[in-house]
Structure formats: C-alpha cells, structure tokens
C-alpha cells in the first residue's frame, strides 16, 4: 500500500469512529439527560450572578478555552457576555505555582480564590485521573461549586468527585476531545438560546393554494411566470407583520423529487415571492422546503413535523424562540392541519385557491389573518 492509499483508508476510518461513538452517545439516555441537567445548571448560574470555571490540560485545556470563549464571547448571535475563564491561560500564574508549589495545584488554588457556592466548574480530562484535575473538583466541592466532568471511559477517578459526569464511551484520546468539544458546543447552545432569546409567535403559511394558485393535480409552478398571487395576500401578510407575527412558510414541493422542476427552480421562485412582498409592503420572514416523494417517508414532509422543528433551530439560532403556544398554522389541506396539530400550533384552514370574488362563502388568507389577529394568542381552538 503506497502513501496515498494509506492516507485516503485513514481519513474515512477516523471518521466512521468518530460517527460510531457519537452514535452510541446519541443512544445513551442516562448522558444525554446528564447534558440537559449541566445546561440547566449553567443557566441557573449565571441567572444568579455566578460564574463559569473551566480547566484541563493539552487538547482538553484548548477544549476548555474553546468553551470559555463561546461563553464569554457569543456562540450564534450577538448577546451580552457571560463570565466564563479557562484557568490555564495566565500563563504568569500557572507557571509560578507550578514551580513554587506544584503543578498539582495550578487549578485548585485559583478555585479557591474565586470559586464561590453556586458557580460552576467543567473539568476535563481524557483519562478521568489527571491529578490536578481531580485537586480542582476537590476544591470546587468545598466551595460549594457544581462540578462537571468531561471524562473519557469509565470507571475513573473522577467519577465520585462530580455533581454531573459526562463519560465519553472510549478510550481513544482524540475521539474523546472531539465528543467533548461536541457536547460543549451543545451545551453552549442551548444556554445561550434560553438566556437570551426573544419570544415570538409564527404564522406559517402553506404556498400553494394559500398564497399562490395552486395548479390542477399533477401540474406544478415550473417557474416564475407561472406563479400568480391569490387576492388580498400582500394585505394579509402585512397585517401578520404589523401585529408582530413572524411569517414563515412550509411547503411541500415533491415537484423536485419527481424531476419535474429543479430545486434550484423552487429557489428562484421563493426569491421573487419574498422580493414582491417586499415591493408591496409585506414581509417573510423564512421558507421551509420539502423536496421530497409522498413515498419517500421523510421527516420533513408534511404533515410530518420536520419543517416546523428546523425553523424552531434556525430562528433560535439567530436569538429568536419561536412560542409554539401563540403560533398558527394556515393551510388549505388536511396534511397542513395535521401538520400543524402534530407541531402543537393553533390551525386556520382556508379555502384553496380562494377568490371572493368567486367564492364569497369561503375563507382566504385575509380572513385567516383577521382572525389570528383579533384572537392574537388569547384564543387555544383550532379554527
């Protein structure tokens, strides 16, 4: 086997690996509910004034740096700092108390400085046996500190020293830091969305027979100039927009899947949809696809909850919590009034295709957004 052979087998089998682990961690209930009671821990911290301490030495100190800089300095958006510090980076420090006491104590006597009851400590460690690791959570517990490990497979030492273990199940050094950085990624998430967020209500709205006319069964809108405006929808979409609503659509579009009409098509389409409501005073604010067959048995389609679930993770992470309990489905189909049931969201059935001036007995985009409006979250029944 020459160079490149043994190159190209080694960057697929590091990654299977990798993949193999994060598969067994995504199985583990016991640690994903540990992640989960860390976050909540974090966060109640920091909402008492309290801090963030972290520690660990070579990769699992840059990890734990990696960490403290997510925290200190923004992880998806612009928010106020948290005070979070990697104890290992005074350098001045950490090389005096090495040298005058030992390097044993180079994280434990800068806990007992500044570790104080109900601030937090992450300590990580590969192995779970690093001697200064194991004096810092020994120090953080008299302190009165909730204590954290990052550790590799266990038993190890610092299992009985920790409020909350989180055992990566290997034994393999740089698979274990890249779980860690993982679950510290995870963790920074999810204490920087519930800190900082903005609660909002969503109106999403189906496309086709909803905004747009929808074609007869079978045929699509294959491009821009086939694509024509129900009435009244610039107006309805204005009045979501002026009553704080963001406005979101999720549309199944297996117009793709077939082959009939390319993804790049859809694209195209949705951007001269948003820049006319734009042009006429409206605005969307997110457009969620699903590309894919009615046989294919995807999560996405509706009235799976796959498209609801990806706005929820995009809009969080540009600092906005989308409040399902005040957020509306509008459609004109049983699969998005079924969607939205299975999304816990307020449903608006419309009439497809709805013109009063052929309809008047029906119920358009119009009256759905009068409705929503004047129910404005008050209101829990399907309408």
């Known amino acids: 086997m020459d160079l490149?052979?043994?190159?190209?087998?080694?960057?697929?089998?590091?990654?299977?690996?990798?993949?193999?682990?994060?598969?067994?961690?995504?199985?583990?209930?016991?640690?994903i509910e540990t992640g989960c009671r860390v976050s909540e821990e974090i966060i109640g911290a920091y909402r008492k004034g309290g801090k963030v301490l972290l520690c660990g030495n070579g990769g699992s100190a840059a990890d734990a740096q990696h960490i403290a800089a997510e925290l200190s300095g923004r992880f998806f958006f612009d928010r106020s700092p948290l005070f979070a510090e990697?104890?290992?980076?005074?350098?001045?420090?950490?090389?005096?108390?090495?040298?005058?006491?030992?390097?044993?104590?180079?994280?434990?006597?800068?806990?007992?400085?500044?570790?104080?009851?109900g601030d937090v400590l992450l300590a990580l460690s590969t192995s779970g046996n690093s001697r200064n690791i194991i004096k810092a959570l020994e120090e953080a517990t008299a302190a009165g500190m909730v204590t954290v490990g990052f550790t590799g497979h266990r038993p190890n030492a610092m299992e009985?020293?920790?409020?909350?273990?989180?055992?990566?199940p290997s034994r393999t050094t740089p698979r274990i830091q890249e779980c860690?950085?993982?679950?510290?990624?995870?963790?920074?998430?999810?204490?920087?969305?519930?800190?900082?967020?903005?609660?909002?209500?969503?109106?999403?709205?189906?496309?086709?027979g909803v905004i747009n006319e929808k074609m007869p069964e079978g045929k699509y809108v294959e491009e821009w100039t086939r694509f024509s405006f129900l009435p009244d929808v610039f107006e309805a979409v204005k009045m979501f927009?002026?009553?704080?609503?963001?406005?979101?659509?999720?549309?199944?579009?297996?117009?793709?899947?077939?082959?009939?009409?390319?993804?790049?098509a859809v694209d195209s389409i949705h951007e001269r949809m948003v820049q006319s409501m734009r042009e006429n005073g409206a605005r969307i604010d997110g457009i969620y696809?699903?590309?894919?067959?009615?046989?294919?048995?995807?999560?996405?389609?509706?009235?799976?909850?796959?498209?609801?679930?990806?706005?929820?993770?995009?809009?969080?992470?540009?600092?906005?919590?989308?409040?399902?309990?005040?957020?509306?489905?509008?459609?004109?189909?049983?699969?998005?009034?079924?969607?939205?049931?299975?999304?816990g969201l307020t449903t608006f059935r419309v009439t497809s295709n709805y013109d009063p001036r052929m309809c008047p007995g029906g119920s358009g985009l119009l009256n759905a957004a009068r409705s929503i409006t004047a129910d404005d979250g008050r209101k829990r029944m399907a309408m």
């Open 4 to 31: 490149r052979d043994r190159i190209s087998s080694l960057f697929p089998s590091a990654v299977s690996e990798t993949l193999l682990i994060l598969r067994q961690i995504l199985a583990d209930s016991e640690l």
């Open 86 to 117: 990697a104890l290992h980076v005074n350098t001045s420090y950490l090389t005096a108390v090495a040298n005058d006491y030992s390097y044993d104590e180079v994280f434990a006597r800068s806990i007992r400085a500044q570790g104080r009851t």
């Open 160 to 168: 009985d020293l920790c409020t909350h273990l989180l055992s990566v």
């Open 180 to 208: 860690h950085i993982i679950l510290g990624h995870i963790i920074c998430e999810i204490v920087e969305s519930e800190l900082f967020c903005t609660q909002r209500p969503v109106v999403f709205l189906d496309r086709d």
């Open 241 to 264: 927009n002026d009553h704080g609503y963001l406005v979101v659509v999720v549309t199944n579009q297996q117009c793709v899947g077939k082959g009939v009409v390319s993804a790049d």
């Open 289 to 343: 696809v699903c590309p894919h067959l009615a046989s294919d048995a995807c999560s996405c389609r509706k009235p799976a909850t796959g498209l609801f679930e990806a706005a929820v993770r995009d809009f969080r992470r540009r600092g906005i919590s989308i409040d399902m309990a005040r957020s509306y489905m509008v459609g004109d189909s049983e699969s998005d009034i079924l969607a939205g049931e299975n999304a």
